[in-house]
């Protein structure tokens, strides 16, 4: 950071330049547009981050956002319950969601399977998803994990929890490029992913 700079605006920049994708020149622009901002601006920006982790949850069915028990989609009567597409985190709902091709509900399972991250099947929803699919089982799963080594392994790890269930499991189309984001691809990848999802093979 600049040493010229006053330790209020360094330790904003510091802070900011912890997000993901800002680096230290990106975080001091920031920090310097809030100070061009006027006191109000500034003032509203603190509020929001001080209230963040009071005023937002996960939602006790799905795991999207919340700030009630359920989320605004799940709460949502318009929704269609016989449709459960799972992803891996609530970047990739809010993608998909964008796309504007899908009306069902959603199950967050807060990751991707990676042994060599340490992260394994007990890191996950995977045993929320099977307990919420007992109690209201829908008529297709559409499995919508990112198209890499890690979202097929816990594809195929869902489809061994599903094995033997009366029940259609679907993968989005391999017209996402494979190692690539659900977050960041556009509105028509993943527009067409949906819509042209094939069956997994049991």
Known sequence: MDASLPLAVERLARLLGRLPGVGERSAQRLALHVLAQPVDYAKGLGEALAGLHDEVHFCNECFHLAEEELCRIC?????????LCVVEEVADLLAIERSGEFRGLYHVLGGALSPLRGVGPRDLRFAELVARIA?????????????SVEGEATASYLLGLLRGQTIEVTRIASG???GSELEYLDQATLGRAMRARLPLRR
């Not at 709460?75 to 449709?83: T, V, Y």
């Not at 109690?135 to 198209?147: D, G, L, Q």
């Open 75 to 83: 709460s949502n009567p318009h929704r269609d319950p016989q449709l």
């Open 135 to 147: 109690a209201a089982p829908p008529s297709e799963v559409i499995v919508a994990t990112s198209i």
């Open 176 to 178: 996402v490029p494979q």
